[in-house]
């Protein structure tokens, strides 16, 4: 099966997935970090990421090696791996202007379909990112989109940092206006057609994975949907 789960920053997409996933005995794809490989990529070439063309070249030519393993996030760019630079303040900053590159997304989108393909005689996988429901995959059997408070989004985020990784600004600057770039091409604050919206503001982590993996084995015992009705 499929898990798409999408939302904004901050949310807890990315732990609550990585928990879906290991719990259920299914794969999990970070989206977002194959974004960021791509940012690190085009900045460690010198390009100018306003340069849209030059920009979606580099993301089709480069190589990425993405871990599909829940347990294990491991990611390369050209054999480099990259787990750890992707997380740099540097491609915080800078990741939206290649996430809202309509071209890099559409490689990106095929590259993203491709892994979920391969998944599937495995069991399924666990996606998450912004347009999973909508643009991805959008016949996942499970649809979510995750939800938080501003301030409950925030302190995630600072809480996953080294203790004065980002100036209070810069944290800001991650959620609030990363949110509103990405906006502009992707829906992911609306849940789409099927979805189940889950408000994690309240909510700890370890909750949400079972209300999620509940969901995910009702959708996997429902009878298939007739395309007729569609």
Request: no cysteine; charged share 30%; glycine share 6%.
């Amino acid at each position: 099966m499929i898990i798409a789960v999408d939302g904004p920053s901050g949310s807890g997409k990315s732990s609550t997935a990585r928990g879906v996933a290991t719990r259920l005995g299914l794969k999990y794809l970070d989206t977002g970090a194959m974004y960021r490989a791509v940012t690190w990529s085009a900045l460690e070439a010198g390009l100018d990421l306003t340069d849209t063309a030059t920009v979606a070249e580099r993301a089709r030519a480069v190589e990425l090696g993405i871990s599909t393993d829940p347990q294990l996030a491991h990611f390369t760019a050209d054999g480099t791996d990259v787990t750890e630079a992707i997380r740099d303040p540097r491609i915080s900053e800078n990741v939206s202007k290649v996430a809202t590159n309509l071209d890099v997304r559409k490689e990106l989108i095929r590259r993203q379909r491709e892994i979920i393909d391969d998944a599937q005689p495995g069991g399924g996988i666990v996606v998450e990112g912004r347009d999973i429901a909508t643009v991805v995959a959008t016949d996942a059997e499970l649809k979510v989109l995750l939800t938080a408070d501003q301030d409950a989004r925030m302190a995630r985020r600072k809480a996953e940092l080294a203790e004065g990784a980002l100036t209070a600004e810069q944290l800001r600057d991650q959620i609030v206006r990363r949110d509103a770039d990405d906006a502009t091409v992707s829906q992911f604050e609306v849940a789409s057609d099927g979805a189940v919206t889950i408000d994690s503001t309240h909510l700890s982590l370890e909750e949400v994975v079972d209300v999620i993996s509940r969901l995910a084995k009702e959708a996997e015992a429902a009878p298939p949907r007739d395309p007729r009705e569609s």
